[in-house]
């Protein structure tokens, strides 16, 4: 019979339905519960698609005499974390500090008061390679609540005060200039692995933010080492096993260094970040194999991870007929099976398809030839070229891994923002009217919630939006404003950027929390720093404000940006891998965002010089347009009374272009032979 996990929104806590284990969702009956009967609660944080939390629910959870040990003894809880990314930051902060590791399944021990004692991830159900079995942590842990709780609730108050006190005070030792930003770059000049791409060993992330920075950095030091180091990390990526060279899309990592054997689940907010990636690695090098990379992860997304209005589902599971990775890899006989001609032997060399393969018996298909020659990003279709689809026509057949199709709020809006830059990249209208799309429905969605919101799946919500929904949403309507004209972008952005501030800013601590002022109250109020697989909370704030503080003139916002952005400042150059969104936000903060204003009587006119900016790499940029005949009233008054667009007007009655930095600006230019000579003469734009 079905636990209490059958009532919830989650597909993660719906999996865990019909374990034996009774679980409860996380809420206040449970920790009356715990009280009630003097028990421990056992948490178990993870999701959907999180290989480990699959085994563990085989190996444990399924498993009817551990179950009996766990409902005995404790007041089980289970949590999705990308639910609710505050209570999943809260406990890993927790078992960090406990053990100087994290990951999930995240397993916790807390008092009835919420408080943790004790905590690890994965545990296997009997001893094994050093590990002790689940069974006997679960009747040591009941032994120790029991028999030494003194012990237990010391400990746990030196987790708290060790996990709140992490905050680096922003009055000491900040010397906030360009100078230090180069201490980032020599620092993760060193931990780069110049062999094989990108960093850290064996496990490797792709590390997008990080990549951005360094497009930056070469965007002003062009003499420097950046761009290379951007490049082989790009290449060796999609010509590697950890991009599914069948279908399209990254896996959510590399567990070997050369990028080969990836853990196979795919997650919205990876593709997301790194298409954006690689559009703008083509926008600076004009290396047409970037941007068919790109564009290739955005023809995944809308096949395979987007529903009929445009919401974008939240991930794909690694495990297919019971096995990790079976959708994705292949045998000699399958890839022989769809091949014709007298290309097969080449192509079977390209790609390092053999009769032993690569992983477990199989093949994992990886690109092996020269990189700049990869058969599936040229522009004309090959044989190869059909080949792969093929291939992917006789994958259909197979079990597919789990979707999970819930929507995640702030994933969409990062999504959304990715379709922007491969428009903007491309010119392919197809990805406008897909991020479009998805912001109506978001938009839709919204106001049936009666405000930002987490996720929804199936007509349900699982409640209020957290700091990253709010700040990726604004920072997805600012980059709609700027492409599309329409005023009722950017005015939404500031109607939500005053929601977030009050919301989520503390201007005693002058710091942002993760969850809204009236939202639960945890043991302690969360704010994550770390850029973790996405930018956090605090950073993508930041940029949202750093935007609109330029085209609202508002001091308060850029009080809020400074604050925030010394509060991190020095271990960013320390840790520079943790912290590559807040590095991109500082450096446009020091060498000064480019206001761009373009005016135009319709939004064709506009296009005509805004497509020649989109061609260009300028990053450290807000761009806000006026259709003057395309709005009226008040919403015309109102985005034309802005102060980035008072006293703006054409120039001999033609589209204008105005472009200023650091209080300084350019004569305005109305024609595109005079705008391609100014962004020709001044590359720093």
């Excluded at 807390?110 to 004692?117: D, M, N, S």
């Excluded at 990876?270 to 047409?288: C, E, G, K, P, V």
């Excluded at 009217?433 to 799946?457: C, P, Q, T, V, Y």
Aim: proline fraction near 4%.
């Amino acid at each position: 019979m079905p636990n209490r996990l059958a009532r919830e929104t989650s597909p993660y806590l719906i999996q865990h339905s019909n374990n034996p284990v009774d679980w409860h969702a996380w809420n206040d009956e449970a920790f009356v519960l715990a009280k009630q009967l003097d028990k421990p609660v056992l948490l178990s944080i993870g999701y959907s698609s999180c290989h480990w939390c699959h085994v563990m629910e085989q190996e444990s959870f399924e498993n009817e005499e551990i179950a009996s040990l766990m409902n005995e003894n404790f007041v089980c809880i289970k949590v999705d974390r990308e639910e609710r990314p505050d209570v999943d930051s809260v406990y890993m902060s927790a078992v960090q500090a406990m053990t100087g590791h994290g990951g999930w399944p995240l397993t916790v021990f807390l008092t009835p008061e919420r408080r943790p004692f004790f905590g690890g991830t994965y545990y296997p159900p009997e001893p094994r390679g050093g590990m002790p079995g689940f069974p006997q942590i679960l009747e040591a842990i009941s032994d120790a609540y029991f028999n030494r709780r003194a012990d237990l609730e010391t400990t746990s108050q030196h987790v708290i005060e060790h996990i709140q006190g992490r905050i680096e005070d922003p009055s000491v030792g900040i010397q906030f200039n360009m100078e230090r930003l180069n201490d980032a770059y020599t620092n993760l000049k060193q931990q780069y692995d110049w062999a094989l791409g990108g960093f850290g060993a064996p496990i490797k992330f792709p590390q997008p933010f990080v990549h951005e920075f360094l497009l930056r950095y070469y965007a002003s030091y062009p003499d420097s080492m950046a761009l290379q180091i951007v490049e082989k990390s790009l290449k060796s990526m999609a010509c590697g096993g950890i991009y599914d060279q069948i279908g399209g899309g990254f896996h959510r990592y590399s567990t070997t260094a050369d990028w080969l054997t990836p853990h196979f689940e795919k997650m919205l907010y990876d593709n997301a970040l790194l298409a954006r990636l690689y559009f703008h690695a083509f926008q600076i090098t004009r290396d047409d194999f970037y941007k068919f990379v790109g564009i290739d992860i955005l023809n995944y997304i809308s096949r395979d991870m987007t529903s009929q209005d445009g919401l974008f589902y939240s991930a794909s599971d690694a495990d297919s007929e019971g096995a990790e990775g079976a959708y994705f890899i292949w045998s000699l006989d399958e890839v022989c099976s769809v091949l014709e001609t007298d290309q097969d032997s080449q192509f079977l060399q390209d790609f390092d398809i053999t009769e032993d393969g690569n992983f477990e018996g199989k093949n994992i298909f990886h690109f092996t030839s020269k990189q700049n020659d990869h058969p599936f990003f040229k522009k004309k279709d090959g044989p190869q070229a059909h080949y792969r689809k093929k291939l992917l026509e006789e994958r259909y057949k197979k079990e597919a891994p789990f979707r999970d199709e819930k929507i995640i709020f702030s994933w969409n809006a990062l999504m959304g923002q990715a379709f922007l830059d491969g428009y903007a990249a491309t010119g392919d209208s197809q990805f406008l009217d897909k991020a479009i799309l998805n912001i109506k429905s978001l938009m839709k969605l919204k106001k049936e919630f009666g405000g930002i919101f987490r996720s929804w799946k199936d007509g349900k919500f699982s409640g209020y939006g957290y700091l990253e929904d709010y700040a990726n949403f604004i920072n997805l309507l600012i980059n709609a404003h700027a492409l599309t004209s329409n005023p009722n972008y950017l005015l939404d952005a500031q109607v939500l950027a005053d929601g977030m501030v009050l919301k989520f800013w503390d201007q005693s601590n002058r710091t942002f929390y993760d969850t809204p002022i009236d939202g639960e109250e945890l043991i302690y109020r969360p704010n994550e720093l770390y850029d973790n697989a996405v930018p956090s909370g605090s950073s993508s704030a930041s940029d949202s404000l750093r935007k609109l503080a330029i085209i609202f003139d508002n001091d308060e916002y850029r009080d809020i940006v400074k604050f925030t952005e010394r509060t991190v400042f020095n271990n960013s150059l320390e840790h520079p891998t943790a912290f590559g969104n807040w590095l991109t936000g500082f450096w446009d903060g020091l060498v000064g965002m480019n206001e761009i204003v373009i005016i135009g009587e319709t939004n064709s006119d506009i296009n005509i010089l805004r497509n020649i900016l989109l061609k260009e790499y300028v990053p450290n940029s807000v761009m806000v347009c006026e259709a003057q005949e395309d709005y009226h009233g008040d919403v015309f008054e109102k985005i034309h009374s802005t102060p980035l667009l008072k006293e703006r007007d054409l120039l001999a009655g033609k589209s204008t272009v105005y472009i200023c930095k650091n209080y300084t600006c350019e004569l305005p230019v109305n024609n595109t032979e005079d705008l391609k000579n100014l962004l020709k003469h001044h590359k720093e734009i």
